[in-house]
């Protein structure tokens, strides 16, 4: 019982603690509302990092005046390991709460050459 309550304490002390200074924002901007959730990313065959994830005003944002098409999937991309991030972009935004998304890099499948069987 006194490690449950341990263990409850240090999460609630590292939920409370605010992030380092030097902590990377990487999403910012009109586009990503003021909620960002449900992330995915993908290293792109250039290097690259691709970043998705969930935008809205809320944990579920449906259709209102200041968002008409409620929660929207949104991207940023970064040349540099995460160190910067480009600006977010909407990526899909349909009539619904659009939410969980996820991304991959589909590549082409190797064909050995023919005569090694």
Not at 6 to 20: D, H, I, S, V
Not at 41 to 49: A, E, S
Not at 88 to 109: M, N, S, T, Y
Request: charged letters at 20%.
């Amino acid at each position: 019982m006194k490690r449950i309550k341990l263990m409850g304490a240090l999460f609630m002390m590292a939920a409370l603690t605010a992030p380092a200074a030097n902590t990377p924002v990487i999403s910012r901007g009109d586009a990503a509302g003021t909620c960002q959730a449900f992330p995915d990313v993908c290293r792109l065959k250039n290097g690259d990092l691709l970043c998705v994830f969930y935008a809205g005003y809320g944990h579920v944002s449906l259709p209102r005046q200041d968002c008409p098409k409620g929660g929207r999937i949104c991207c940023v991309r970064s040349s540099d390991e995460g160190l910067t991030w480009s600006a977010p972009r909407i990526l899909f935004g349909g009539p619904f709460d659009d939410r969980d998304p996820h991304i991959a890099q589909i590549c082409k499948v190797y064909e050995p050459p023919t005569g090694y069987e």
